[in-house]
């Protein structure tokens, strides 16, 4: 039978706010357990939850960077179940009047742009956190996270693989970061998905029994875990057997999804408003505030690239992939004067695969985009082939240096001189008369033996369009 995948991903992205979403305490990451736990977060009788202006703000500027409606009434409801890490015994969220609700993510996956329809985003508050290895036979809680603004994203079931799946959640946390509302660090939990995965007979509509697995903190783990997730029910529905809707964690050393718990369903939560909290209320001039201090969305900006720049909807998402990669792509093309395709060409290339090599962040880059334009204008008046250029870019971003510096020292400048190049010429074939027959009775693959034995005699430097055709010209007699 063949079998239709079916995956939803859920993710939990920490906003950006100094303090958390109904207390005052701080959201700094890597302090001492419980040292950034107050009143509230420790749920003490008598405290009362006092919500953070900005953590709606950040709400707002991601419903408008994904087209969303921003309910101009939401609320805040209470999800309740037991935990050790959640002091109230319920959880402070939105369940039926959510802040954003509907919206879309575009993003490339296997080179063709797919896009993905948003159900809703709400505002809500993190759990603690349990802590099991230091203790032994017992368990320590950490209440820091107790109460940090998270803005839940949930997906519709639009996924239909797990390369799509790591796609969409890339495209998702390159748009939280560019517009400033998370800082992505996903090793801290500031970025956690949740994929909920099912299969169903393809051309079936209806939709399969699914499982969640929780907590996916890196996208090749996610991947894995989905690849893993969808043999383990495909192989168990063949045999006969049944899938059971429960929440699973993956355990990367073996690289296998296990059952946690049985899935909840949202009855099982007993949500019901937080008599504690007044609905939230968001004015149009609210919305307009933040709409106007927007930056330039990356949709908006890999649209400009391809209608203003012309180049291919695949280099503009790569050139957008964040923005100091944009910006550096801008800054080149502008000091270049030009050749957007030149500039595009090195920048996802040499440039991103250094930082790639070395794990720099582009602002870490050691090559400046005024060296790369300088290497690029010698590749543009023929000082430097393509070679020469890479092997010159390598030296740039191991021990720096100026472009024209750097090519006197090491003798790098391409050779375009055409009576040096007929005289290199005119000495191949005197001294290769048999190959110079063969290749004028037919044989055109012996061109490249010329070619290659050309090249050796000027060390690489000479100009290879102007090779050929030289060389095509002496030997046609």
Not at 150 to 170: G, H, K, M, N
Not at 335 to 348: S, T
Request: aromatic fraction near 8%.
């Amino acid at each position: 039978m063949d079998w239709e995948v079916v995956i939803g991903i859920e993710t939990h992205a920490q906003l950006a706010t100094r303090s958390k979403i109904f207390s005052g305490a701080s959201t700094r990451f890597g302090a001492e357990p419980n040292a950034q736990a107050c009143a509230v977060d420790l749920a003490l009788p008598g405290v009362l939850p006092v919500l953070n202006r900005q953590a709606v703000e950040h709400a707002i500027r991601f419903g408008l960077a994904v087209g969303a409606t921003v309910a101009p009434r939401s609320v805040f409801a209470r999800k309740n179940y037991f935990y050790p890490d959640l002091p109230k015994g319920y959880q402070i969220s939105q369940y039926e009047w959510p802040v954003v609700s509907g919206g879309e993510i575009k993003f490339f996956s296997a080179d063709q742009e797919k896009t993905v329809r948003l159900t809703r985003a709400h505002l809500e508050e993190d759990a603690g956190k349990s802590l099991h290895e230091d203790f032994q036979g017992r368990s320590g809680i950490d209440l820091n996270r107790a109460g940090t603004p998270l803005l839940e994203i949930v997906s519709e079931p639009d996924l239909r693989s797990a390369a799509d799946a790591v796609a969409y959640a890339r495209a998702l946390h390159q748009l939280v970061i560019w517009i400033g509302i998370c800082d992505g660090n996903m090793q801290e939990g500031s970025f956690r998905c949740d994929a909920n995965v099912s299969v169903r007979p393809m051309g079936q509509d209806e939709l399969g029994t699914r499982c969640e697995i929780k907590n996916l903190n890196s996208f090749r783990f996610m991947e894995k875990a989905i690849l893993y997730e969808v043999r383990r029910q495909i192989r168990t529905l063949e045999d006969g057997g049944s899938i059971i809707q429960e929440t699973r964690l993956y355990d990367p050393e073996r690289d296998e999804t296990r059952a946690m718990r049985s899935k909840e369903d949202a009855q099982d939560y007993r949500y019901f408003p937080d008599p504690d909290l007044l609905p939230l209320r968001i004015s149009e001039d609210w919305v307009a505030q933040v709409r106007a201090a927007l930056p330039e969305l990356p949709a908006d900006m890999r649209a400009r690239f391809v209608q203003s720049y012309g180049l291919s909807a695949y280099d503009a998402d790569l050139l957008t992939g964040s923005q100091a990669l944009a910006q550096y792509f801008q800054t080149l093309h502008q000091l270049l004067g030009g050749d957007a395709k030149l500039c595009a060409n090195w920048v996802c290339g040499e440039f991103s695969a250094a930082l790639r090599r070395t794990e720099r962040e582009v602002q870490e880059a050691p090559v400046t985009p005024q060296q790369l334009c300088d290497l690029l204008r010698r590749i543009q008046d023929g000082t430097l082939s393509g070679k020469m250029a890479k092997e010159l870019f390598d030296v740039l971003w191991q021990e720096g240096g100026e472009v024209d510096a750097l090519i006197a020292q090491r003798g790098l400048s391409q050779i375009s001189d055409a009576g040096v190049l007929e005289q290199i010429i005119d000495e191949l074939l005197a001294a290769h008369p048999a190959q110079v027959a063969e290749f004028r009775a037919g044989k055109d693959k012996v061109f490249g033996f010329f070619v290659g034995r050309a090249m050796k005699a000027c060390a690489g430097r000479a100009n290879p369009a102007q090779l050929n055709a030289l060389l095509r010209q002496r030997l046609a007699g």
